[in-house]
């Protein structure tokens, strides 16, 4: 395969949470103790949009904090042997922060606000430090609020997300139990990969398609391990 051979990363919240970061869904149906309901969807924005911007700035803090681990900086030195575009369904910005070069946010990116109002997918606003104001306000005077696709929002990067999977010819899911919808969907536009792999401790649970190679591995393990390989192969 061609040096310039084409990467696809699609990673979950089971990569960051190497770096601490708690997954969206834990055991108990809760996120830092609030429910979904609260705080991610666009009726919490509008019953209470000064305890959502407070729950995401907390969020962020959070995120700050935090470093990269071995597996985002793992994914970033493969664009040394190929052309590697992340799609990621985090928040947070640790792949960019770990030196991944493209990188596309389907479910936005806690860094960044947008506006409240009709005008919400125009411009994203990066938010200084940590803190999201309720006096921050875009252009047309909406309240911004946190560039994030909450639970019943269209996913505004999934045309472009197909467009890119299509055109991979080795494709790495990682991080993800594949059931976050329609995301989860995606990984079947990438029919026309000749390599793909998911990496995951439970791998062998996991229903993806025929071809895909099933490495039991955490995100740093199994990347450690991609890149043997991938090394022999491109």
Avoid: C
């Amino acid at each position: 395969m061609s040096k310039k051979a084409t990467i696809v990363i699609f990673s979950g919240a089971g990569i960051s949470a190497e770096s601490g970061i708690q997954t969206f869904r834990d055991s108990n149906g809760l996120w830092e103790n609030h429910k979904i309901e609260e705080v991610a969807t666009p009726e919490a924005w509008k019953n209470d949009p000064d305890l959502v911007t407070e729950f995401y700035n907390q969020r962020r803090k959070t995120i700050l904090e935090v470093q990269p681990n071995s597996a985002h900086y793992g994914i970033a030195s493969l664009e040394e042997i190929a052309d590697v575009t992340v799609i990621t369904q985090n928040i947070d910005d640790l792949h960019e922060r770990s030196g991944s070069s493209n990188v596309h946010h389907l479910h936005g990116n806690i860094r960044y606000s947008k506006s409240s109002g009709p005008d919400q997918e125009s411009e994203y606003y990066k938010i200084k430090d940590w803190e999201l104001k309720a006096t921050d306000l875009s252009p047309s005077g909406h309240r911004l609020r946190p560039h994030v696709v909450w639970f019943g929002e269209a996913v505004p990067a999934y045309d472009q997300a197909v467009e890119l999977l299509s055109g991979a010819n080795v494709l790495i899911v990682i991080g993800t139990s594949l059931q976050v919808h329609p995301a989860a969907g995606l990984i079947h536009y990438a029919e026309n990969a000749s390599h793909r792999y998911i990496i995951d401790p439970k791998a062998d649970e996991l229903d993806v398609p025929n071809g895909f190679v099933k490495i039991n591995m955490n995100a740093s393990q199994g990347v450690n391990h991609i890149k043997i390989i991938l090394q022999e192969i491109l």
